[in-house]
């Protein structure tokens, strides 16, 4: 695996489904495709893209995640610009 991936997998879940258990924890999937950035709108909320227009977001603290349909195939190197 690749070592960005691992590191995107652990910072997505900083995210805190409760202030009592805070840290870094996995995704509890595996990706269908590369991540390569993440963003934390709030301790709710990540979204993360990858390959080939790939997206993932949680809105629960990492406890489920769902696929967001893109209009691309490209690579997505940074989150976009609106939020979902």
Not at 12 to 22: D, G, I, P, Y
Request: charged share 10%; proline share 5%; glycine share 6%.
């Amino acid at each position: 695996m690749k070592p960005l991936n691992i590191f995107l997998l652990a910072m997505c879940m900083t995210v805190v489904s409760n202030a009592q258990h805070t840290g870094w924890h996995l995704l509890p999937f595996v990706p269908s495709q590369t991540l390569w950035d993440v963003h934390c709108i709030n301790k709710d909320t990540v979204i993360a893209v990858g390959d080939k227009g790939y997206i993932i977001r949680t809105t629960n603290g990492g406890s489920h995640w769902d696929s967001i349909y893109s209009t691309t195939t490209n690579t997505l190197y940074s989150r976009p610009l609106k939020t979902f």
